[in-house]
């Protein structure tokens, strides 16, 4: 049974620059959610997908942006890259259904901007 | 606002001897969920614990258990037995029942726990 999948697991960006992560959920789940963790914090919840759409947003600004695929994959895009968007990254999935609050996260992606 | 506090920054055990990590949180919600996570050195946040706000009974698994107060608002995650695979950041983490549909959870600033053999 495949967990959650993230990639890349690691990059690095210059500020201004545009960057892209991919999710893959947990098999038989069909929601996600992006977590911001930034060096030992706790991670912040940016937002969650469902059916396709933004269903939740967190305190983050426009230059974060998602996306959720018809196969339940999703992406994470931000923009415009500051040296404070540095951080862990997660994504976790869950069955939108589901109303017991658990999430199955990834390993997350490592993203480093100079 | 939700929030929720961990006031330990670090904390350590001897192998085989028992640890409580504190957690405290504030919320005007009356149905809710609680959690612990752990996350490795290896980053995958994995479930340890989980307790519903409307049952009284404190959850456990296996050598994992929580003292659950919903007065004091306080939710500590007790480790018995301790083994050198505990050893990671936990993590305690709140939804509110009207929100955990959206998997908007609420994390704390972390634990981190050390083993000695």
């Known amino acids: 049974d495949a967990g959650v999948t993230q990639s890349p697991t690691h990059l690095i960006k210059t500020r201004g620059q545009q960057v892209t992560l991919r999710c893959s959920p947990k098999s038989g789940h069909d929601t996600v959610s992006w977590y911001q963790q930034a060096l030992g914090q706790g991670p912040q919840f940016i937002f969650q997908?469902?059916?396709?759409?933004?269903?939740q947003r967190g305190n983050f600004p426009d230059r974060f942006s998602g996306h959720q695929f018809p196969n339940y994959s999703s992406e994470l895009n931000v923009n415009a890259l500051l040296l404070g968007d540095s951080a862990l990254y997660l994504c976790?999935?869950?069955?939108?259904?589901?109303?017991?609050?658990?999430?199955?996260f990834g390993e997350g992606s490592r993203l480093t901007v100079l | 606002a939700q929030t929720v506090t961990q006031s330990q920054p670090e904390m350590s055990v001897q192998e085989a001897e028992t640890v409580t990590l504190s957690c405290t949180y504030d919320t005007s919600e009356s149905d809710y969920y609680l959690f612990w996570y752990k996350q490795p050195p290896s980053r995958q946040m994995i479930l340890v614990i989980r307790?519903?706000?409307?049952?009284?009974q404190n959850a456990t698994e296996n050598r994992f258990s929580v003292n659950f107060q919903k007065a004091a608002k306080s939710f500590s995650l007790k480790i018995s037995d301790s083994q050198l695979g505990d050893a990671a950041m936990y993590f305690c983490?709140?939804?509110?029942?009207?929100?955990?549909?959206?998997?908007?959870?609420?994390f704390g600033q972390g634990t981190t726990l050390q083993v000695k053999p």
């Open positions: 307790q519903e706000a409307y049952k009284q």
């Open positions: 976790a999935s869950s069955l939108g259904v589901s109303d017991t609050g658990e999430l199955f």
């Open positions: 997908y469902y059916e396709e759409e933004e269903r």
């Open positions: 983490a709140y939804t509110a029942s009207s929100s955990s549909n959206t998997g908007k959870l609420i």
